[in-house]
């Protein structure tokens, strides 16, 4: 399973008994080849270590951005070995660039196709949008990370954690609703904590979007959006905040970020 680059690092240096593992240069000839992956790297965001001192098979979690800004997490690997990354179209090394690439064709002017919206969900109740509720349709925690984080907030804040979901203006997907994994209603604060999951796939490249739309959709409905982005994924929102895991130093982060959106004087008025 891929590491972070960080935790990698450190690692290759326990094992080598080097304080640097692999010099600056060390794999310059092989990523030579692959110009537009360097040009997409930046070691400012990735704890200082430079590409060239990265092996081409190394099982690690990279964060690159391409031409257009993008930010995404993949493994060296995942960005060699991507569709039609031997052709000249730069947009094929950028997930999200080829998603827009496929809705838009290259050089015919077309517009982008409008987003499908199937039969929208009945289940979803008849409430004005930005009304915190408790939805039948939400489903249940992806991790014990969630639970985690909710109950270090408890003990810091008083609010009612019932409601799961925010009615929305506009559909997300099949639903009038959204399912943040946190629902501060009386601040009208949605928190999402976010991680690459088990294979190291979810909340990047093209699920990183879909993040992005849910947030927009939140926000048109009136509240602010805090994501949570456990290592290695970077911020993608204004209030985002990065850790290493879930933990009280965090759970007090969150409730700072908190005062910073609704003011301190709103904000304590719940603490515990």
């Not at 593992?21 to 092989?30: D, N, S």
């Not at 537009?36 to 979690?61: R, T």
């Not at 999200?96 to 987003?115: D, F, I, N, Y």
């Not at 639970?147 to 925010?166: C, E, F, M, S």
Request: charge should be positive; charged fraction near 30%.
């Amino acid at each position: 399973m891929p590491e972070p680059v960080d935790a990698w690092w450190e690692r290759r240096r326990a094992s080598t008994g080097r304080d640097v593992p692999y010099a600056v240069g060390r794999y310059f000839h092989e990523w030579h080849r692959y110009p537009v992956l360097v040009k997409q790297y930046h070691s400012d965001l990735n704890h200082g270590i430079v590409l060239s001192q990265v092996p081409l098979a190394a099982d690690v979690w990279i964060q690159w951005q391409c031409d257009a800004g993008h930010r995404f997490i993949a493994t060296p690997e995942e960005q060699r070995m991507r569709p039609g990354a031997g052709k000249r179209r730069r947009s094929t090394w950028c997930p999200r660039c080829a998603e827009a690439a496929l809705e838009r064709p290259v050089g015919t002017g077309a517009p982008s196709r409008k987003r499908k919206v199937g039969p929208l969900c009945t289940k979803t109740p008849d409430l004005p949008p930005g009304e915190a509720f408790v939805s039948i349709c939400a489903p249940k925690p992806a991790s014990a990370a969630e639970p985690a984080l909710q109950q270090k907030l408890a003990k810091r804040l008083v609010w009612d954690a019932t409601p799961n979901a925010i009615r929305l203006k506009e559909p997300f997907f099949d639903h009038l609703e959204a399912w943040p994994d946190l629902i501060l209603a009386d601040l009208r604060i949605a928190v999402e904590l976010d991680t690459v999951g088990r294979y190291g796939l979810e909340h990047s490249g093209r699920r990183e979007a879909v993040d992005e739309r849910k947030d927009r959709l939140i926000r048109r409905a009136g509240w602010e959006v805090v994501r949570v982005r456990l290592d290695p994924l970077p911020p993608i929102g204004p209030f985002d905040l990065t850790a290493a895991s879930v933990s009280n130093a965090l759970a007090d982060r969150l409730v700072d970020r908190f005062r910073e959106i609704r003011g301190s004087l709103f904000v304590d008025a719940y603490l515990r």
